[in-house]
């Protein structure tokens, strides 16, 4: 088992080359193909949150399709910090935490007293104000 941190691969094989990569793949101008995905008709993105490829690796008959996948593949990193809100929002915009903005779990509402729990969101906050960054999808 790793006992040391793993360092971001921002640019070089991060989660935010995910979807630019499939879209490049899928034949779509201006995006990079960081994986060299084989150009497909469709593709189809899977994230289990919290699953890292190590533990994917250590629990590998619970999920013998998936870690089957680690004898072909290489490991992608996520960004700093490792929290689901951070992940997911890279993952989207196809952007690392410092770009995206959105970097922990919870953050101040601007003009505000109030925490924003990005999960759960606050139905007063504009998320288009908010996230101004549009996702891989919307460019």
Known sequence: MQTEGVLPRYFGGS????????????GVTGWTNTFDLVPRGSYVVLLVDGLGWQL???????APYLSSLTETASP?????PSTTATSLTTLGTGLPPGA?????FTS???GTDRLLDALRWDKGVDPKKWQVHDTVFGR
């Open 108 to 110: 101040l509402i601007p």
């Open 15 to 26: 989660l935010a080359e995910v979807l630019p990569s499939a879209v490049a793949a899928l």
């Open 56 to 62: 994917l690796r250590d629990h590998a008959h619970d």
């Open 100 to 104: 995206h903005g959105v970097v922990g």
């Open 76 to 80: 992608i990193t996520c960004g700093v």
